[in-house]
């Protein structure tokens, strides 16, 4: 007889995180991983930081008995969620018509949202960015939706073909669902313009689009209200909206799985139905979320001394990359790659698309034990003083 698992398939490995796997069994000692998204401060280290520390600390004086926390999660959290997002004196959070609930992790509020849209638009497709992060696509995907691509990376002009992504938006039917990077696009580190996003907006209010804003990396652009601002563009066009947030990168507690699934209604009254709705989502999937990396992101978002502390820490976080993108230009050029490299720096957040082959990445894996996504996606925030050298050198080896 044939066992019930006898003809289930090895799936193929995740391609970043089948990369960790990899990179663990490397016995180069040189080896660097620039693969995962991953923030680590000047001596390669995954910070703690000071504020969640001090938050900590402060919960433990007063430990609380662990009971289940409401479906929809901290309501301080989601309170200074919505505050962090939207602003706490908008119009749109004083009137009670945004939907808000803790999810696990920006995934978990995307995935909580597709879950949400496939109930009452179950027929609409799905566009990402032509490229995206690679969940995007299997998690609307897994929600049961087609999804399509919008065009996105320009290789020639090292940007955004802005252009034929408006077109794309422009051609697409009514309900269809548009998952946009709110800042620090992932993989290729372009965002475009403010005025750009008012054209995209308009494109979304005239052709009937729902937008959905994944906020992966807020405050590792420009800053925390900087790239917060496209929020504020969104709502200021009237328009019903998704942003699922994610605290993994700018709180470094990526495994507490801390995040938020925000909407944007017209009302409070339809804002209370889609969140009743929502709530039937995770009491099917997970039942209510955990408790402790939502409590101290809370703690310190309603802090004041602890929330100037987060602010600077994570100014600290989008200094060194800033800082690492030049000195990575720098010893590029004096490590004899030509061109203009310039569009390093210009790129936001954690990643560089570094425009190197599938061949070209494997090599540097292979040769050098230097590990970037097969896409030629390098992580700036992996790269410190101690090792921008090699992986300088490790690179223009791999472009002669
Ligand atoms: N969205 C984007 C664009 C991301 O890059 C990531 C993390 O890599 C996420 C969402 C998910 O973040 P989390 O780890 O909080 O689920």
Request: aromatic share 18%; proline share 7%.
């Given at each position: 007889t044939q066992s019930l698992f006898s003809r289930v398939e090895m799936a193929p490995r995740d391609p970043i995180l089948g990369l960790n796997e990899q990179f663990a069994a490397d016995p180069n000692p040189n080896k660097v991983n620039l693969g995962i998204g991953v923030y680590t401060d000047a001596d390669g280290k995954l910070p703690l930081l000071a504020c969640v520390k001090a938050a900590e600390a402060q919960l433990m004086q007063a430990p609380k008995p662990r009971g289940y926390l409401p479906i929809d999660g901290i309501a301080a959290y989601d309170k200074a969620v919505q505050g962090l997002v939207f602003g706490a004196n908008h119009e749109a959070v004083t009137s009670g018509r945004i939907a808000t609930v803790q999810g696990l992790g920006g995934t978990g509020g995307l995935k909580v949202g597709a879950d949400f849209l496939k109930r009452i638009n179950p027929d609409a497709r799905v566009l990402i960015s032509d490229?995206?992060?690679?969940?995007h696509r299997a998690l609307f995907e897994a929600a049961g939706f087609s999804v399509g691509t919008y065009p996105y990376y320009d290789a020639a002009q090292q940007g955004v073909n802005f252009d034929a992504m408006l077109a794309a938006l422009n051609a697409a039917s009514a309900g269809t669902i548009v998952v946009l990077h709110?800042?620090?696009?992932?993989?290729?580190g372009y965002d475009i313009s403010p005025a750009q996003w008012n054209q995209v907006i308009a494109t979304l209010k005239a052709r009937d689009l729902v937008p959905f804003l994944d906020m992966a990396y807020q405050g590792f652009g420009e800053g925390i209200a900087e790239d917060g601002a496209v929020i504020q563009q969104f709502l200021a066009a009237g328009l019903d909206f998704f942003v699922a947030t994610s605290f993994s990168k700018s709180f470094s507690l990526y495994g507490e799985r801390v995040g938020a699934l925000s909407v944007v209604c017209a009302t409070k009254d339809e804002a209370g139905r889609v969140l009743s709705q929502i709530k039937r989502v995770i009491r099917s999937n997970y039942s209510n979320p955990p408790t402790h990396g939502a409590q101290i992101v809370a703690t310190v978002l309603s802090s004041p001394e602890l929330r100037a502390q987060w602010e600077q820490e994570l100014a600290g976080m989008r200094e060194r990359i800033r800082a690492m993108r030049s000195t990575l230009v720098e010893k590029l050029a004096a490590a004899g790659v030509k061109g203009d490299l310039s569009y390093i720096t210009r790129q936001k957040g954690?990643?560089?698309?570094?425009?190197?082959s599938a061949a070209q990445m494997e090599r540097l894996r292979t040769e050098?034990?230097?590990?970037?996504?097969?896409?030629?996606r390098i992580c700036v925030a992996a790269i410190n003083l101690h090792n921008v050298d090699y992986v300088a050198k490790s690179i223009a080896a791999v472009m002669q």
């Open positions: 490229p995206s992060w690679e969940n709110a800042c620090c696009h992932n993989p290729t954690m990643f560089s698309y570094s425009g190197l050098f034990g230097v590990y970037g996504v097969s896409t030629g």
